[in-house]
């Protein structure tokens, strides 16, 4: 497997996520030896990182942690176009997190992904913390192709705590 210019990604992930919502970069490179864990980038011509996905391939479903592009490529529809092949590739179902569609922010996310053909689930969920010293964030689930029945729901959350965050489910009512 070929390295991964893992510096240019973590730029792009801090100019696009609050701390919350992604690790340090010491955390970041170790996940790296989780052969789960997939890191998908896209270059311009001169070889540099526009844009990347970072997911979690488990046998039931592949969950998308991260997907950003560049500030300076954004709106040209390259998030769009990755999004669409790594879906149309995928032969279980693809989930991922999103924050609340509270404000018009987080609702043209949602609406993104909707256009994709992701389905906003109901479920209540808490993403743990990826850091120390922060607490949980409520966000909610979407998945594609077609919205999750419950019990679906429950084993993608105990997957996603125990191998992604690294909790037990227990502590999360």
């Known amino acids: 497997m070929h390295s991964h210019p893992l510096n240019e990604i973590y730029a792009i992930m801090e100019a696009s996520f609050p701390d919350s919502e992604f690790r340090t970069l010491d955390g970041q490179k170790a996940l790296l030896a989780d052969s789960r864990y997939r890191l998908i980038t896209d270059y311009d011509n001169q070889g540099r990182v526009t844009a990347f996905i970072a997911a979690w391939e488990f046998p039931v479903f592949r969950f998308v942690e991260h997907i950003a592009v560049h500030p300076a490529v954004r709106g040209q529809g390259l998030g769009d176009r990755m999004m669409r092949d790594y879906i149309s590739e995928s032969i279980t ?81």
């Open 93 to 173: 179902p693809v989930l991922l997190e999103v924050e609340p569609p509270l404000n018009e922010w987080s609702r043209r996310r949602v609406g993104f992904y909707e256009r994709l053909g992701f389905f906003l689930n109901p479920f209540e969920y808490r993403q743990p913390p990826l850091r120390e010293g922060q607490s949980e964030l409520p966000l909610k689930i979407m998945s594609y192709a077609q919205p999750l029945p419950e019990e679906a729901f429950s084993l993608f959350k105990e997957t996603v705590y125990r191998h992604v965050y690294k909790v037990s489910d227990s502590h999360h009512e």
